[in-house]
């Protein structure tokens, strides 16, 4: 514990903004919980246990823990304090989900919001692969998301957004910037998210939040070779347009669990 504890830095800072200020900025919750509903109910009706990895708070999950049974992993001692006030201890994991092992298996992995970007290595994305192999039950299926190359090349040329939140003049600012930052230097697919959160103390004084999130994503052809060797893909879905393009944002892969490998 202590050492995952250590080593976590990005989001502790957001912990007690990031359900009600950052994540609905986009306000695709509902959206998002019909399309993985579809995505469950058409691959594995007879689910019962589904395990999130990089869950936080489990904002989607908890709508979700009403069908199944479900366990939450996460890097963060923060998401799991907060996490337990709303839900019962014994389903939330601290572990890293390039390097657990539960001793059970699920019907499900997801991992949901382009979490799997935050592994910042290609090789912790193949690591994140076995882990989910070796978590699933018989030939069921694994579903994740990414932003890809286009959209963080886009976000990072073109994107700032910012809004005033929880009506009493505090404003949210996000941008995405194509840098490494913890070393400083440009980087292929190497982006972070700046966020920042000015909290209005009195009179227009402001308090600044700033966080920096790290986040990586890959080829297409370059993750479905990695998958390809544990899984079978069955699905690669464009979350806006279903119909994969050139200029596709954001991407949810689907892929079933080879038994005789
Ligand atoms: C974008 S947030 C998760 C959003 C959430 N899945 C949702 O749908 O709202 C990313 C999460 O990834 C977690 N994370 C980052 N690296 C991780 C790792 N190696 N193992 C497990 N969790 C990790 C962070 O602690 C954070 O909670």
Redesign the pocket.
Known sequence: MLEYNKK?K??DLFVDY??EVV?PYDNQLEE?LFFLLDIFDEYNPEAKKLL??????????KWLSKKYKIKW????DK?LNKAKKILPEEVLIQ????D?DLEEKFDIVL?????IC??TDFS?WKK?FKQAYNHLNKDWILVFDINTLFEFNNLAESYMYSREVWENSDILCMEVKKTDYKNNKEINNHFYWDLRLFLNQWEDNYKLIRER?SENTFEIYKIKDALNKLFQIEEIIDFHNIELRPDSSRVYFVAKKKIDL
Do not use: K, P, Q
């Open positions: 976590i990005e989001y990031y359900d994540r998002e999130e990895c990089a869950c936080w708070t489990g904002l989607i999950l992993l996460d890097l963060s998401m572990g890293d989900m390039t657990f991992c949901n919001y382009n979490s935050h592994l912790d994140f999130v």
